[in-house]
Nanobody
Framework: QVQLVESGGGLVQPGGSLRLSCAAS????????MKWYRQAPGKEREWVAS???????AYADSVKGRFTISRDNAKNTVYLQMNNLKPEDAAVYYC???????????WGQGTQVTVSS
């Protein structure tokens, strides 16, 4: 059974930091691209960052230079380090696993990030 379980969300002041984690199970984690998406109230879900099986990374322009995605294949976990958080970063953050060759696409349940003073 495939599972993606996010954690690490919470309330943080503007300028603060959070680290999100996504623990994966039920599939061969190391061969999947892992991505973070977010969805704010009333808005569509948007892509935030990706890390490929080889460790290559990509970021949305809105988070470039502030967020860092990483993965630990030994722990089947992907992380999102978020620094200098802004109120517009507030959203539910979702973990996604994707494999292009099979179109396998898995989602976590999301973790809430609130940025407010």
């Amino acid at each position: 059974q495939v599972q993606l379980v996010e954690s690490g969300g919470g309330l943080v002041q503007p300028g603060g930091s959070l680290r999100l984690s996504c623990a994966a199970s039920g599939f061969t984690f190391s061969i999947y691209a892992m991505k973070w998406y977010r969805q704010a109230p009333g808005k569509e879900r948007e892509w935030v960052a990706s890390i490929g099986p080889s460790g290559s990374t990509a970021y949305a322009d809105s988070v470039k230079g502030r967020f860092t995605i990483s993965r630990d294949n030994a722990k089947n976990t992907v992380y999102l380090q978020m620094n200098n958080l802004k109120p517009e970063d507030a959203a539910v953050y979702y973990c996604n696993a994707y494999r292009a060759t099979t179109k396998a696409n898995y989602w976590g349940q999301g973790t809430q990030v609130t940025v407010s003073s």
